[in-house]
């Protein structure tokens, strides 16, 4: 078996070099409309839509873990959220369950005001649409 790079041997000193051309750096903004990605403190990605005052997502843990995927729909009126939540087939768990969210002022952070299971999260927007 050929190795040119000898990968499979611990000892050598094996190295690759992967060129990086171009970096962007995406930065949420505070806008009126919640429409982005957003994260939540247990790494989970939520790509949110706001319709008028519905709001969707579609939450989802790291590739292909499995670990969660969910939809939500809600109402956002007064610096809340109301909707509900559901676990789709792709994810481990299939539950759901009503859910309420805080809107801080600059509309870049999520907190849960009633849920039963996802009171510890907290939902942070990584960048706009």
Known sequence: ??????ASD???ANQEIHPVYAIDVIDATSQENLTGVWGDNF???????????TVWWFG???????????V???????????????????????RGEPLELAID????????ISSASLSNRRWRKLYDA
Do not use: E, K
């Open 105 to 112: 002022a600059g509309r870049m952070h999520l907190t849960p």
């Open 10 to 12: 611990a000892s050598y």
């Open 1 to 6: 078996m050929f190795d040119r790079c000898q």
């Open 43 to 53: 790494d989970m990605t939520y790509y949110l839509n706001q319709v008028g005052d």
């Open 60 to 70: 989802m843990g790291p590739f292909r873990n499995g670990s969660m995927a969910q």
């Open 72 to 94: 939500f729909q809600g109402v956002a009126t007064d610096g809340t959220i109301a909707g509900s939540w559901q676990d789709v087939p792709l994810a481990t768990d299939v």
